[in-house]
């Protein structure tokens, strides 16, 4: 599995940050990089407002963290993708699969 851990990427967590006039802004703050396998997932097609969306998954495996953030983002190849979900697939604490849906600009 090491040897599929060939893309490098940033791990980013939300702050909300109170702003001026009363409300809040949320910022995105670099953790760290690290290496992670990364395999498109799914496509799908959605319609909103009257146009087509389009929303690739991927399957990103990473090295065991114990304390994943609970709402987080990965940039990669100046992508971001929104982690939608985080699992120990087989409870031995060696990694993490993360399944993240590519965020649109």
Known sequence: MIGHMRH????????V?????GGSVTTWTFVRAMWAG??????SETRENGRLA??????VAIRYRPSFPERA???WQGRI????????PDAR??????ICEEETQ
């Open 54 to 59: 389009v929303t690739q998954t991927y399957l």
């Open 8 to 15: 490098r990427v940033g791990l980013y967590v939300p702050e």
């Open 81 to 88: 993708l929104r982690v939608v979900a985080a699992s120990d």
């Open 38 to 43: 990364i395999k498109p997932k799914a496509l």
């Open 93 to 98: 604490g060696e990694r993490l699969h993360l």
């Open 17 to 21: 940050v109170a702003d001026d006039l």
């Open 73 to 75: 983002r990965l940039m």
